[in-house]
């Protein structure tokens, strides 16, 4: 019996030093230490073994069996050791190598132009507000005084949702949320995403960016109005510009205009940029309507305000004289960082 022992014990060690894995280790545990194992077989095979004999066999199995245990222990830190070091040394660290960087993104020119703008209006008192890009008919035409059977209305103008809902196809429904509030006086600017069902070219997207501006009191007059986007544009596109306003027609404003500024490239001689005329376009404003004031619970005859819309990529255009608005959605970050 003695010898048996012995000998499974040899064959155990010999099996634990040859195992190259965890996963064979294992095996031969099972082999040895398990229930089916050879010093399991052993024991069953006790019944020949004269009694007085039994506890001393047990105890020289159970010897074994912690023997063998301790070298398989022993075996499974080596391996993991050896495992551990094979890892890290593929894992060798360079310390002194120049890091990665990770890639960063750069403001967009819209936002760049976007803060500046607000920068000026902030400065004058004005706050920014923002309003729903999906919006209700009612504000986005009807308030604004764009009755039903308006051109803008179109449905090659305008994406509706529903009969009621649609993408606001400018800003100019914020002013008819803000005076709704009734909170006087009203100094606000709204920039924000507007959409109109138009084709992509190099001046048109379906998705584009204004900035309303609404000032409402008693006694605002077209002076107002004249002061502040003169003030705005020096600020904006430089000390010499000067700005024009040319009657026009909007539906929400009466006098209604359109404001050009002189050409900040040539400075109003005529160049490419100003198509010769030495002024661009810029946006469109007025005198809100007296039926607008008192549709929004504000009366006319107390008081008055008066209303801008900025095309933002159009001034972002001019102000780093990019040629084509597509570069604008196109987010190429070599495009992004030069501004
Ligand atoms: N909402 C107008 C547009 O999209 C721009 C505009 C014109 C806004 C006159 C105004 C305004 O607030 O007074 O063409």
Redesign the pocket.
């Known amino acids: 019996m003695q010898n048996k022992i012995d000998e499974i014990k040899k064959n155990a060690i010999k099996a634990i030093e040859e195992a190259c894995g965890v996963d064979n280790l294992n095996e031969v545990k099972v082999s040895y230490l398990g229930k089916k194992g050879e010093l399991s077989k052993l024991l069953k095979g006790m019944k020949n073994v004269a009694p007085e004999d039994r506890p001393k066999i047990g105890q020289m199995v159970n010897e074994a069996r912690a023997m063998i245990d301790e070298q398989m222990s022993k075996k499974r830190a080596e391996i993991q050791k050896k495992i551990r070091e094979e890892k890290m040394s593929r894992e060798v660290i360079d310390v002194t190598l120049p890091g990665r960087k990770p890639l960063v993104g750069h403001r967009h020119p819209n936002q760049i132009a976007l803060e500046d703008l607000e920068r000026v209006f902030i400065g004058m008192g004005y706050e920014v507000v923002e309003g729903p890009e999906v919006e209700y008919d009612k504000y986005n035409f009807e308030l604004l005084n764009i009755p039903a059977n308006h051109p803008a209305k179109d449905e090659q103008d305008t994406f509706y949702i529903t009969k009621d809902i649609l993408l606001r196809?400018?800003?100019?429904p914020v002013?008819a949320r803000i005076m709704e509030t009734g909170k006087m006086p009203i100094r606000v600017l709204s920039p924000g995403r507007v959409f109109r069902s138009d084709e992509v070219d190099a001046t048109h997207s379906p998705s584009f960016h204004?900035v309303?501006?609404l000032v409402v009191d008693k006694g605002i007059t077209f002076a107002d109005l004249k002061g502040t986007l003169q003030q705005w544009a020096t600020e904006f596109f430089g000390p010499a510009t000067k700005v024009k306003f040319r009657p026009h027609h909007?539906p929400?404003?009466e006098p209604?205009a359109e404001v050009d500024i002189t050409c900040f490239k040539c400075g109003g001689k005529g160049c490419r940029m100003c198509k010769g005329s030495g002024w661009i376009e810029i946006l469109?404003?007025?005198m809100v309507h007296p039926k607008v004031l008192s549709d929004c619970g504000i009366d006319p005859d107390v008081y008055s305000g008066f209303?801008?819309?900025i095309g933002l990529e159009r001034v972002t255009l001019l102000k780093y004289e990019i040629d084509d608005m597509r570069l604008l959605y196109e987010n190429d970050v070599r495009f992004l960082k030069q501004f």
């Open positions: 196809t400018q800003t100019s002013q204004q309303e501006g909007f929400f404003t209604s469109g404003c007025g209303a801008f819309g």
